[in-house]
């Protein structure tokens, strides 16, 4: 049964993006870029956040019934109907212009004129932390403060009475359209030069601009109806969390929304993950968008340090490092705190980041076969692969990014030597057959050594850390995906059998990445789906894809966690790694019912021994 739950919907311009929630109201926005303060986040904080929206009065009796965008776009339609007359909320934001556009349409449906105020409410978020000014100025909001102008300005097509209140005068049966537009830059001058361009800026621009842009997509043949929806706003999604300028990859685009009902793990995901960006970039690579995974390493390469490591694992969308403050006077929802802006995981080590840039890297050269491109980042390769040889044996902080001590995580292993092994196939590829040999040498000696220790036979299945009492986790399948272990290994199949029993990962049937998790993660319930299609298990796959497609929002957008029993999301949102994998698994399904389970680069792999 689909639980499908009206949450947030999104738009964006490659800096920034605004959420709209189900009545219409902007209730996420920072400008002018993703890791900006927060103008908007009653998303966050109901009572505090601050919003814009519409509002109408009571004796109008508005009721909101629903929003979609536009086919095959990233543009919102929110619908709403009153007493006597219906009407919908048109957003979108121009690509790369520095504005968002509101438009409003409303239909009289009665056979008597209808006259129906509207007020314009714009509160910005209330902080001492980061005060913001209001001002009034005409039929324009000036919301600013030193670092940033938002300038708000009204048109209407007939007479106002007096902003922010207007009347529409709708003669029986007629229908009115006006214009919102929030134009914003580091000064008035500038955030009023934005609001005259975006004035000129159609939508059909930015109708014709998604449509384009998703034509050069490759869509699986056999999705068809929610899956083939689905698919295809994963990809739109993605689109509008990379950066258009740096091809950074935003992990989501808010900020500290709690992963939990009343909890603590309220993080900042504004910023570029490795890991995450190499998942995405790897999605891209396998919907044909070249360009864009192309963009994220061009992003990446750049940042490696002298001696082969990346020494953070996320970073701005300019390259540089956040530092982390706790808002005092902000709190989530249900009253979570601490709420966090920057993220202190940017100075943890964990091993996957060199692992996860060579395998991509890889992966990108065997869909495309540029081998131009190849001898170009041959150097960032090279000094990669040989920072693993030295230092694929250390403790790290881990792929969920526990706070405090390192350990040795299973998941962090398992990708160091899928990278290393292909490091050693792209030095194969340039001729390079000695150097081949001894990263191969290498990976095989890792592959003995994590599959030893990563074993307990306390718990009879491959565990999070070194540890004979270390909990089972759902990242160890990462052992599979990497080619370390077979699908059908029987140690793996004992895993799958202690993951999947009374004491494992399963809540009310879905997936939690680890043992004792309060609530199932999205991304976990995909990977065991792609475990199945792996093994052969075709039946178990789609009852795990098809939950999940199940508890997406009504636009076919996921957060971090979800309630199976409600539908709802938790964690920020939307979540990025979610959606690149959703992407690859229509892939692999495709794979799977063409009789071909594994993957074609892991195929490869595999086949050509590297």
């Not at 189900?22 to 870029?33: D, T």
């Not at 920057?342 to 996860?356: H, K, M, R, T, V």
């Not at 196939?425 to 220790?453: D, K, N, P």
Request: some cysteine; aromatic content about 14%; overall charge neutral.
């Amino acid at each position: 049964m689909r639980n499908l739950q009206n949450y947030l919907g999104m738009v964006g311009n490659g800096e920034t993006v605004a959420l709209i929630d189900p009545e219409g109201r902007i209730s996420w926005f920072c400008a002018p870029r993703f890791d900006s303060f927060p103008l908007f986040a009653a998303a966050l904080d109901p009572y505090r956040g601050g919003f814009l929206r519409l509002h109408f009065p009571a004796e109008a009796r508005v009721v909101y019934t629903g929003h979609e965008y536009y086919d095959r776009t990233n543009v919102l339609q929110t619908f709403f109907k009153g007493a006597g007359f219906h009407g919908v909320i048109i957003d979108f934001m121009p690509w790369q212009r520095n504005a968002f556009i509101r438009l409003v349409k409303i239909k009289n449906t009665t056979t008597q004129p209808l006259r129906l105020p509207i007020e314009v409410e714009v509160v910005p978020v209330r902080t001492s932390f980061r005060p913001f000014v209001r001002r009034q100025e005409g039929n324009a909001f000036l919301i600013f403060d030193q670092n940033m102008c938002l300038y708000l300005l009204l048109t209407i097509s007939k007479e106002a009475l007096g902003f922010p209140r207007i009347e529409l005068s709708l003669p029986p049966g007629g229908e009115e359209e006006f214009r919102l537009v929030m134009g914003y830059g580091r000064d008035r001058e500038e955030a009023e030069v934005e609001v005259q361009r975006a004035l000129e800026a159609s939508l059909g621009e930015t109708v014709r601009f998604w449509e384009q842009w998703l034509e050069r997509a490759r869509i699986p043949s056999w999705l068809k109806g929610p899956l083939r929806k689905a698919y295809c706003r994963s990809l739109l999604a993605l689109k509008l969390l990379t950066h258009h300028r740096s091809g950074a990859i935003l992990a989501a685009p808010t900020a500290s929304f709690p992963a939990t009902p009343g909890g603590k793990e309220n993080w900042d995901y504004r910023y570029c993950w490795i890991r995450d960006g190499f998942l995405t970039a790897m999605a891209f690579d396998e919907a044909g968008l070249h360009q864009e995974a192309r963009k994220f390493y061009d992003f990446i390469l750049p940042l490696q340090a002298p001696d082969g490591s990346w020494p953070h694992p996320l970073y701005t969308i300019d390259g540089t490092v956040p530092t982390e403050v706790e808002i005092m006077d902000l709190e989530g929802p249900n009253g979570e705190k601490p709420i966090r802006f920057g993220n202190e995981a940017a100075i943890q080590l964990q091993l996957d980041n060199e692992g996860s840039v060579l395998y991509g890297l890889w992966y990108h050269y065997a869909l495309t076969r540029d081998k131009a491109y190849l001898r170009e980042i041959w150097p960032a390769v090279r000094k990669a692969a040989f920072w693993l040889r030295r230092n694929w044996f250390r403790a790290e902080h881990g792929i969920w990014e526990f706070r405090g001590h390192r350990s040795q995580w299973t998941y962090g292993k398992a990708v160091t030597y899928g990278g290393l092994l292909a490091a050693a196939r792209l030095a194969q590829e340039l001729g390079f057959g000695q150097l081949a040999g001894i990263w191969r040498g290498a990976a095989y000696q890792m592959q003995s050594e994590v599959v030893h220790y990563a074993w307990s036979e306390k718990r009879q299945a491959f565990t999070q850390l070194y540890d004979d009492d270390s909990p089972l986790d759902i990242s160890v399948l990462a052992l599979v995906f990497y080619g370390l272990v077979s699908p059908r290994d029987p140690r793996m199949l004992k895993t799958i059998q202690a993951l999947e029993g009374t004491r494992g990962c399963l809540i009310y049937r879905a997936v939690a990445r680890y043992e004792c998790a309060i609530l199932p993660f999205a991304l976990a319930q995909l990977w065991l789906a792609r475990y199945h299609l792996r093994a052969g298990n075709l039946q178990r796959a789609w009852e795990l894809t098809d939950m999940l497609l199940s508890n997406a929002t009504s636009l076919y957008l996921w957060g971090e966690h979800f309630d199976p029993e409600t539908g709802k999301q938790w964690g920020n949102f939307p979540q990025t790694f979610v959606h690149a994998e959703f992407v690859r698994n229509a892939w692999a399904w495709q794979r799977a019912m063409a009789g071909r389970a594994e993957g074609v680069v892991a195929a490869q792999l595999q086949a050509q021994q590297v």
